[in-house]
Nanobody, 121 residues
Framework: QVQLVESGGGLVQPGGSLRLSCEVS????????MGWYRQAPGKQREFVAS???????NIANSVKGRNAISRDTAKDTMDLQIDRMKPEDTAVYYC???????????????WGQGTQVTVSS
């Protein structure tokens, strides 16, 4: 079975920083892409950042210039750091992974349960 677990969420002050982590557990698959999405109250889920197995990254304009995404393939973890947090960053942050199970030709996307991030004084 494949499981994605986010951690690092919580309350941060405006202007502060936070670092989120996502750990993928299980076996029998290869991870192609991992990414972060977020969903604010009353809004649709939006893309934040992603990183491929080769290290290629995509960053959303909303966090570009104040974020860093990284992946540790040895540990099957992915981190997202956002600096200079804004109230608009308040959302549930979700980790996702597009992976291909051994013996299968088509990949599938898996999601974590999400972690709440609140930016407030």
């Amino acid at each position: 079975q494949v499981q994605l677990v986010e951690s690092g969420g919580g309350l941060v002050q405006p202007g502060g920083s936070l670092r989120l982590s996502c750990e993928v557990s299980g076996s029998g698959f290869s991870i192609n892409v991992m990414g972060w999405y977020r969903q604010a109250p009353g809004k649709q889920r939006e893309f934040v950042a992603s990183i491929t197995s080769e290290g290629r990254t995509n960053i959303a304009n909303s966090v570009k210039g104040r974020n860093a995404i990284s992946r540790d393939t040895a540990k099957d973890t992915m981190d997202l750091q956002i600096d200079r947090m804004k109230p608009e960053d308040t959302a549930v942050y979700y980790c996702s992974a597009e992976l291909t199970k051994w013996g299968e030709s088509r990949g599938a996307v898996y999601w974590g349960q999400g972690t709440q991030v609140t930016v407030s004084s």
